[in-house]
T-cell receptor
Framework: QKEVEQNSGPLSVPEGAIASLNCTYS??????FFWYRQYSGKSPELIMF????GDKEDGRFTAQLNKASQYVSLLIRDSQPSDSATYLC?????????FGKGTMLLVSP | DVKVTQSSRYLVKRTGEKVFLECVQD?????MFWYRQDPGLGLRLIYF???????EKGDIPEGYSVSREKKERFSLILESASTNQTSMYLC???????????FGSGTRLTVV
């Protein structure tokens, strides 16, 4: 059974701080890695993807991938209250994405 | 932008009814998916499809069926709705296996 593990949180950070969200996965054959943001009552929205080891930056977001450690992370710099949401990690499996259950992030003003 | 449209945002049905949830995507994506999402259980895959008239069971297909007669449309059918099928249902599509999914806005189904 392919698994994607995330700490459920909530992760609480003050406005302006760096939020660090982590994800581990079990399938060494996974090739693509995604981060989704889901606001309460809404559907998931793709915010980052990464295919290669290392860092990928997009605005305030940085995705980090370490395939040897089977570890993916998402850093959010200068966190804003509007970043408060649940963040889902997803990893390619044999034929579909496998999703983690998500980490709730709370950014306090 | 890819748009995935689910026909209903909220739906209330009675136990035993046959329920149809419709999903349409406008970007010629090959792959389409149906998930349900429940608190504490995350996203669970019900069925998916790689092509017209093709379907594959996901992790929790029991009590559900699907139909894909046209590439852009993927329907989820609850043969005889039960209260334990009360949930948020999410449709998604993707270009291929290594691409991320685009989700519809979801249908919150309540079975009474």
């Amino acid at each position: 059974q392919k698994e994607v593990e995330q700490n459920s949180g909530p992760l609480s950070v003050p406005e302006g701080a760096i939020a660090s969200l982590n994800c581990t996965y079990s399938d060494r054959g996974s090739q693509s890695f995604f981060w989704y943001r889901q606001y309460s009552g809404k559907s998931p929205e793709l915010i980052m993807f990464i295919y290669s080891n290392g860092d990928k930056e997009d605005g305030r977001f940085t995705a980090q991938l370490n395939k040897a450690s089977q570890y993916v992370s998402l850093l959010i710099r200068d966190s804003q209250p509007s970043d408060s949401a649940t963040y889902l990690c997803a990893v390619t499996g044999y034929s579909t994405l496998t999703f983690g259950k998500g980490t709730m992030l709370l950014v306090s003003p | 932008d890819v748009k995935v449209t689910q026909s209903s945002r909220y739906l209330v049905k009675r136990t035993g009814e046959k329920v149809f949830l419709e999903c349409v995507q406008d970007m010629d994506h090959e792959n389409m998916f149906w998930y349900r999402q429940d608190p504490g259980l995350g996203l669970r895959l019900i069925y998916f499809s790689y092509d017209v008239k093709m379907k594959e069971k996901g992790d929790i297909p029991e009590g559900y069926s699907v139909s894909r007669e046209k590439k852009e449309r993927f329907s989820l059918i609850l043969e005889s709705a039960s209260t334990n099928q009360t949930s948020m249902y999410l449709c998604a599509s993707s270009l291929s296996g290594n691409y991320g999914y685009t989700f519809g806005s979801g249908t919150r189904l309540t079975v009474v």
